[in-house]
C-alpha cells in the first residue's frame, strides 16, 4: 500500500524551503552514465516522486521535455506553483502506473523517493516506459551525514548524530531500505547494465537555520512532532542552542556544510 508521509499543508511549505536539489556530484555520476550509454536521445526525462520540484528542475536543460509525477497532489500543486522552465511539467499519478507511452521516456529518475514505492511494480512501469538504451537512476541520501565548520566538525557532527537518534525511532519502516544501501531495489533491477554507488559525498551549504528547517521537513521529525509536539520542538531549540555554543557564535545566519553521502542505483534497458 502507498505511504501518504507528504499531503499536509504545512510540511509541503517546508519541503519547498528547506529542501535542496541533487547537487553536484550524485549528477555528475548520474550524467556521465547517461551520456556513455545515451548518445543521441535527450527528448523526455521523468522525475518520479518529483516532491515539490526541486529535483525535477536539475534535468530541464539537458532534456527538451521533463515530467515530474508524484503521488501526493499537495506536493504537485506546490511545484506546479513554483518557478519552473516552460519545458518543465507535473503531473499526479503513482510511480506504479506512469501515464507514459511504452518506449517513450530516455531517462527516468527518483530522487530521495523510491523508497516509498512498490519496487517491482515501480521498476516493471521503468521498463516499459523506457525506450531501448534509456536509463534509470535511483537516488537517495542517507542520514549519516557529517557537519562541517571550522575546527568543530567532529563535536557538530555529534549533536547532528544525536539529534538524529531522536527522531529515527519514529522512521517509517521503509526507511530500511534506505539503511540497506538500497539493495533490495538494485537487486530487482533486471538490467545486465547496472550499477550501484554507496558512496557519493556532496558538501550542502546550510545556515543553521536553514539546518534545522531541513531536520524539520524530514518525514520521520513529522511524525515525531505530532506524536509528542512539546518534545520535538524542545529538540530542535536545544540542539540549535548546541551548535552555536559549539561554533562560538550567536547567529542562526552562520553557515556550515552538511555533507551528503547518497546511494545511486543506475541501470540501461537493452538496446
Ligand atoms: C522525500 S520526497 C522527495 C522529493 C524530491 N524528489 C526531492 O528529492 O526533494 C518523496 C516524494 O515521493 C512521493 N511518493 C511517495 N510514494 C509515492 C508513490 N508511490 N508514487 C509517486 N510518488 C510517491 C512523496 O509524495 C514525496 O513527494
Redesign the pocket.
Known amino acids: 500500500m502507498?505511504?501518504?508521509?507528504?499531503e499536509e499543508k504545512d510540511h509541503i511549505a517546508l519541503?519547498q524551503q528547506f529542501?535542496f536539489s541533487?547537487q553536484q556530484n550524485l549528477l555528475g555520476v548520474i550524467f556521465s552514465y547517461l551520456e556513455r550509454k545515451k548518445t543521441n536521445s535527450f527528448q523526455l526525462a521523468v522525475?518520479?516522486?518529483?516532491?515539490?520540484g526541486?529535483?525535477t528542475l536539475v534535468l530541464a536543460k539537458r532534456f527538451e521535455k521533463v515530467v515530474g509525477?508524484?503521488?501526493?497532489a499537495a506536493?504537485i500543486k506546490e511545484a506546479k506553483r513554483a518557478s519552473h522552465p516552460p519545458n518543465v511539467d507535473y503531473f499526479l499519478?503513482?510511480?506504479?502506473a506512469l501515464p507514459f507511452k511504452d518506449s517513450s521516456v530516455d531517462l527516468i529518475t527518483?530522487?530521495?523517493?523510491a523508497h516509498?514505492?512498490?519496487a517491482p511494480r515501480?521498476l516493471r512501469e521503468v521498463d516499459r516506459v523506457l525506450t531501448p538504451a534509456g536509463c534509470v537512476a535511483v537516488s537517495s541520501y542517507n542520514l549519516e551525514a557529517e557537519v562541517h565548520y571550522k575546527d568543530c566538525s567532529e563535536k557538530l557532527t555529534e549533536i547532528f548524530m544525536e539529534l538524529r537518534e531522536q527522531f529515527f525511532a519514529y522512521a517509517d519502516e521503509k526507511i530500511q531500505r534506505v539503511m540497506n544501501g538500497y539493495k533490495e531495489i538494485f537487486d530487482s533491477l533486471l538490467y545486465q547494465d547496472k550499477k550501484r554507488f554507496i558512496d557519493i559525498v556532496d558538501k550542502v551549504p546550510f545556515s543553521i537555520a536553514g539546518l534545522m528547517g531541513y531536520v524539520e521537513s524530514l518525514?520521520m521529525y513529522q511524525t515525531f512532532l505530532k506524536a509528542q509536539p512539546e518534545v520535538a520542538k524542545a529538540l530542535l531549540q536545544n540542539t540549535e542552542k548546541r551548535f552555536l555554543e559549539a561554533m562560538g557564535v550567536s547567529s542562526r545566519d552562520t553557515t556550515v556544510e552538511l555533507w551528503m553521502k547518497h546511494i545511486c542505483i543506475l541501470g540501461c534497458k537493452n538496446p
Open positions: 502507498a505511504t501518504r508521509l507528504f519541503y529542501r541533487p522525475d518520479v516522486g518529483c516532491g515539490s526541486q529535483s509525477t508524484d503521488i501526493s506536493q499519478c503513482p510511480a506504479e527518483a530522487f530521495n523517493a516509498w514505492f512498490d515501480f518525514a
